[in-house]
């Protein structure tokens, strides 16, 4: 029994409703916290629902009021069975097991209706819709799009072009500038950091010329099987400190540019300051200066874009239609490859939704309660089932010995009736001849009259001892039930004083108001 409390506890917390500390159990439920969790579930279930979170402290009056108000709630969302504000202000452990497990029925009915209008209302993509959707291909797709058989087909105006792109890769590394060697414009200040990035890179330069030229040198004097795991682990020092440098210059020109910003920002705001001479205006438009030079420039690079991926476009279209009809095949495997990476792009878009659902379900099994075995559960069906099938073998028992028993009390009678209808005959008979057989008929009038009623009695008997039985298991419940007499004894003293002061303050405004009248 604790094992369901505690679950059904779990069960309402997982719903969104704030279980308050020192709660374990239902049976820890006091009258306060019921009502709390109670109108928190009412309001969950029902946007509109308008109960305090907390019964007031003095006022049992109002106590009263609002318990009822919950009760009528309650029966309004389908509660089965008698409920008033005794539920909710003199609970007993029943009473909080069989609410708390209305109010989990209820929020587990909610939540379903939730899903389903959530299901009803997402809408379904094609592969194709995803791939739409996904806007501008990435960098990392373009370099995918390498391979692409069309890609490697190169014509003389393409050729002719290419020189045109600047290799600039081995100049920016994650976005920072790190300068040639022998490269380092003079004209430009360096502060201390950046000579610092400077010299750690010209030492992982020298470090690497040196282990260069030693590779070269163990080459020619000795086997390259003897210094083989030497150089790796040179070779692998140096990658690890040669990344290592590169990360603190990453870390260091950032931090550097975001104090040159801060120093350009402080900088102006004090000549700002100072600059009485100048209208706030003049600042804002050198402001907007360079911020129209950036946008006319991003605008322009648009336009120089759209140009490039409309002569991409129609040199793509001229190559598919030269495959086309030069080569068909090819161009059938080239369809057939777009058709698996769109299917492919489409299973991993499937792939990555599902394993954030999956993610979201482990959250949810971790915060559910543990629960046992289910060993445990198919013991106790087949105890219940053994123990139904017992009971429906004793049923049938006493139903059989009830249906002798019936048999047998009616063959009974009948001989009863019959013998007392010969009897009463002769008796009756003999009655008429002499004054012996008239007292003897009286006799056995008397004794067929008492009978009768001894049968009667005992049949009423029996009813009275099915309701005592009835009574008494009705005893049993309410003595099961903990109410605290007292605490109902001070409640009603309470309501009474408070009657009491209320009809005070009632006569009060009547005598104020019939002497105002009169004056």
């Known amino acids: 029994m604790e094992k369901s409390q505690e679950i059904l506890l779990n069960s309402i917390a997982n719903s969104g409703v704030t279980i308050p500390p020192g709660i374990s159990s239902v049976k820890d439920l006091t009258p306060e916290t019921l009502f709390f969790i109670s109108s928190q579930s009412l309001h969950l279930i029902d946007q509109n629902s308008s109960f305090t979170s907390s019964l007031p402290e003095n006022s049992v009056s109002d106590r009263l009021k609002l318990c009822s108000d919950l009760a009528s709630a309650f029966k309004t969302l389908g509660f089965v069975g008698d409920i008033s504000f005794h539920k909710f202000l003199y609970p007993s452990e029943e009473d909080l097991y069989e609410l708390v497990r209305f109010l989990v029925g209820r929020l587990s009915d909610v939540e379903a209706q939730k899903d389903a209008v959530f299901e009803s209302k997402r809408p379904l993509k094609t592969p194709e819709e995803n791939v739409d959707d996904t806007g501008p291909l990435p960098h990392k797709e373009l370099l995918g799009r390498v391979g692409d058989p069309l890609m490697m087909i190169q014509t003389p105006e393409s050729s002719q072009r290419s020189y045109l792109i600047p290799n600039k890769m081995d100049e920016f590394y994650n976005g920072v500038h790190i ?44 086997s390259p099987c003897v210094n083989l795991p030497q150089m790796n682990c040179k070779t692998e020092t140096l990658q690890d400190q040669k990344e290592m440098l590169v990360e603190k210059s990453v870390s260091g020109s950032a931090e550097l ?209 099915r309701e005592v039985a009835d009574y008494e298991g009705k005893l049993a419940t309410m003595a099961s039930r903990t109410v605290d007499i007292d605490k109902l004894k001070a409640d009603l003293d309470t309501i009474r004083r408070e009657n009491d002061l209320l009809e005070a303050r009632l006569s009060e405004n009547l005598s104020k108001d019939s002497s105002q009248s009169v004056g």
């Open 179 to 222: 300068p040639r060697e022998g490269r380092v414009d003079s004209s430009k200040e360096i502060s201390g950091s950046e000579q610092n990035v400077l010299d750690l890179v010209e030492g992982v330069r020298s470090s690497l010329r040196e282990n260069e030229h030693d590779s070269e040198y163990g080459q020619q004097s000795t």
């Open 257 to 465: 540019q975001k104090l040159q910003e801060k120093l350009g920002l402080l900088r102006a705001a004090v000549d700002m300051g100072s600059n009485e001479s100048r209208p706030t205006g003049f600042y804002v438009n050198q402001l907007n200066d360079p911020v129209e030079l950036k946008m006319g420039k991003i605008v322009e690079m648009e336009s120089h874009w759209n140009d490039k991926r409309v002569a991409l476009e129609q040199e793509k279209s001229y190559l598919e239609e030269t495959l086309k009809a030069t080569e068909p095949e090819s161009y059938l495997k080239y369809k057939k490859l777009e058709e698996i990476e769109l299917e492919l792009e489409f299973i991993l878009a499937e792939k990555e939704k599902r394993e954030e659902e999956l993610i979201i379900l482990s959250a949810k099994a971790e915060k559910r309660p543990e629960l046992e075995p289910r060993s445990t559960y198919i013991q106790r069906i087949e105890e219940i089932t053994k123990n139904s099938q017992k009971q429906d073998a004793d049923i049938e028992r006493i139903l059989k010995e009830t249906r002798e028993l019936q048999l047998e009390s009616n063959s009974i009678q009948e001989r009863l009736n019959r013998t007392h209808a010969v009897v009463d005959e002769m008796v009756f008979r003999e009655a008429k001849k002499d004054q012996v057989g008239r007292q003897a008929y009286r006799i056995l009038t008397s004794i067929h009259d008492s009978f009768e009623q001894i049968a009667e009695n005992l049949l009423a008997t029996d009813r009275a001892r």
